[in-house]
């Protein structure tokens, strides 16, 4: 019935730091339309991007910044992701570390965005 997930909303404090921080440490592309909520483009995917108190309707019942715990598959090897994350300062706070995702064994770093946000990046293996 359901084939995957086009996109997610985040709520953030500040659209700019948060796109900022995420077209530097993981390449995505923001994209601003007239009339629609920022987003960040990575693959086929995208997460819109709203500001507390200047959400979109409808919306969450109770849309928090800081409240997102979610996780990404690269692209890239793990290890160029980390070193991203090394070059921007960003600190991770678990990982490598194996976990099990959708599609089975995978390695995940985790670390924190602007709002607090958990983003967990994960690489399948062969």
Excluded: W
Aim: glycine letters at 10%; one cysteine or more; hydrophobic letters at 40%.
């Amino acid at each position: 019935m359901i084939t995957g997930i086009d996109h997610f909303v985040l709520t953030v404090r500040s659209v700019e730091a948060t796109c900022a921080f995420y077209q530097r440490v993981l390449g995505f592309k923001r994209v601003d339309a007239p009339n629609l909520p920022t987003a960040l483009f990575f693959g086929t995917q995208k997460i819109n991007v709203h500001e507390a108190g200047h959400t979109f309707e409808p919306k969450a019942r109770a849309p928090t910044p800081g409240s997102a715990d979610f996780c990404l598959v690269a692209a890239r090897p793990l290890s160029e992701i980390c070193a991203s994350l090394a070059g921007n300062g960003v600190a991770v706070e678990v990982g490598p570390v194996e976990r099990i995702g959708a599609r089975g064994p995978m390695m995940s770093v985790y670390f924190r965005d602007p709002d607090g946000n958990l983003v967990e990046v994960s690489e399948y293996g062969p």
